[in-house]
């Protein structure tokens, strides 16, 4: 039985499969399997993978019974998965390669059920980028999740297969957001999730990504937020202002029009100027971005931004 069980959902990720799959097999730590989960992928991304499965028994190829990232990923991780700690992957983002051997050690130090770490940026290759996010000092709180998500990307994120068993996995019915639907799920279950300061992931910047519909994630982030509120937690106007931020932010490296962060950015503002502006650097940074962007070019926006 490995130590770690890690679910990668794939769907036509041919061209940035390889550059996962190859920063999990470099792994100092070697006790691990892969679970690829395939969601219909018309590219060659199966292929691919039996490729990676014939030079490595540890990678496995799975073909998703249902459809949908959150469905590939319960597929792999409630009913393949025989490690006791869950990882999950992305098919385009890249692992450091001491990540697993970091979490086992902290998973054995320390009485945790989920741990996460800080994610560097990227577009071309890791690096090529100067943003990383920020660990909080403490263990997290459903409070943390209604406003900007400390744990960025479910690539970033890894727990015991037992709570992720005893709430029943991700909500299918979530396309976007579903991680933090979760994150919600499990620390209302009582989960304890803390952060490590050191970077683990690197996380690849695709403005035709799921991610790029902000429409869609502020939907779905008011299904989180009344997820939260059966947990008896309730949003205020500063998560509501640090969320609207987040999306104005994400609009200025998307192909988005170019009033859309603006918009965003006021909506924000309106709603809590401390909220917005707490850390001064990311409120005011935004807000100048946000301005900056009417003037500009579409293709200069998207590389000034991404």
Same mark, same amino acid.
């Given at each position: 039985?490995?130590?770690?069980?890690?679910?990668?959902?794939?769907?036509?990720?041919?061209?940035?499969?390889?550059?996962?799959?190859?920063?999990?097999?470099?792994?100092?730590?070697?006790?691990?399997?892969?679970?690829?989960?395939?969601?219909?992928?018309?590219?060659?991304?199966?292929?691919?993978?039996?490729?990676?499965?014939?030079?490595?028994?540890?990678?496995?190829?799975?073909?998703?019974?249902?459809?949908?990232?959150?469905?590939?990923?319960?597929?792999?991780?409630?009913?393949?998965?025989?490690?006791?700690?869950?990882?999950?992957?992305?098919?385009?983002?890249?692992?450091?390669?001491?990540?697993?051997?970091?979490?086992?050690?902290?998973?054995?130090?320390?009485?945790?059920?989920?741990?996460?770490?800080?994610?560097?940026?990227?577009?071309?290759?890791?690096?090529?980028?100067?943003?990383?996010?920020?660990?909080?000092?403490?263990?997290?709180t459903i409070r943390d999740m209604l406003s900007e998500n400390p744990v960025c990307t479910l690539s970033n994120f890894s727990l015991r297969k037992s709570c992720f068993d005893a709430i029943g996995g991700f909500d299918p019915g979530f396309v976007h957001n579903e991680d933090l639907d979760l994150l919600v799920r499990l620390l209302g279950a009582g989960a304890v999730i803390r952060g490590m300061d050191t970077l683990q992931v690197w996380y690849r910047?695709?403005?035709?990504?799921?991610?790029?519909?902000?429409?869609?994630?502020?939907?779905?982030?008011?299904?989180?937020?009344?997820?939260?509120?059966?947990?008896?937690?309730?949003?205020?106007?500063?998560?509501?202002?640090?969320?609207?931020?987040?999306?104005?932010?994400?609009?200025?490296?998307?192909? +988005?029009?170019?009033?859309? #962060? $603006?918009?965003? /950015? %006021? @909506?924000?503002?309106?709603? &809590?100027?401390?909220?917005?502006?707490?850390?001064?650097?990311?409120?005011?940074?935004?807000?100048?971005? +946000?301005?900056?962007?009417? #003037? $500009?070019?579409? /293709? %200069? @926006?998207?590389?000034?931004? &991404?």
């Amino acid at each position: 039985m490995p130590r770690f069980s890690i679910v990668i959902p794939c769907f036509n990720a041919a061209s940035t499969l390889a550059e996962t799959l190859n920063s999990i097999t470099a792994q100092v730590f070697t006790d691990w399997e892969a679970l690829c989960v395939d969601d219909g992928s018309c590219d060659g991304t199966r292929e691919l993978i039996e490729d990676y499965q014939n030079r490595d028994p540890r990678i496995q190829l799975l073909r998703n019974p249902g459809k949908g990232p959150s469905a590939a990923r319960n597929f792999g991780a409630l009913t393949a998965a025989r490690g006791n700690i869950l990882c999950f992957c992305d098919a385009d983002d890249i692992w450091t390669p001491d990540k697993l051997g970091q979490l086992d050690h902290q998973f054995r130090l320390h009485d945790l059920d989920g741990i996460y770490a800080k994610v560097g940026f990227f577009r071309t290759a890791p690096g090529d980028g100067h943003r990383q996010s920020t660990v909080k000092p403490n263990p997290l709180t459903i409070r943390d999740m209604l406003s900007e998500n400390p744990v960025c990307t479910l690539s970033n994120f890894s727990l015991r297969k037992s709570c992720f068993d005893a709430i029943g996995g991700f909500d299918p019915g979530f396309v976007h957001n579903e991680d933090l639907d979760l994150l919600v799920r499990l620390l209302g279950a009582g989960a304890v999730i803390r952060g490590m300061d050191t970077l683990q992931v690197w996380y690849r910047c695709s403005p035709d990504g799921l991610s790029s519909n902000l429409q869609e994630m502020e939907r779905s982030r008011r299904a989180v937020v009344e997820r939260a509120r059966t947990f008896g937690v309730q949003s205020d106007a500063k998560a509501e202002a640090a969320y609207l931020r987040y999306l104005a932010r994400r609009s200025l490296r998307l192909k +988005s029009h170019r009033f859309q #962060a $603006l918009a965003l /950015t %006021l @909506r924000g503002i309106s709603h &809590s100027p401390s909220g917005f502006f707490d850390p001064l650097h990311r409120g005011a940074g935004t807000a100048a971005a +946000s301005i900056a962007a009417l #003037a $500009l070019p579409q /293709t %200069l @926006r998207s590389t000034l931004f &991404s």
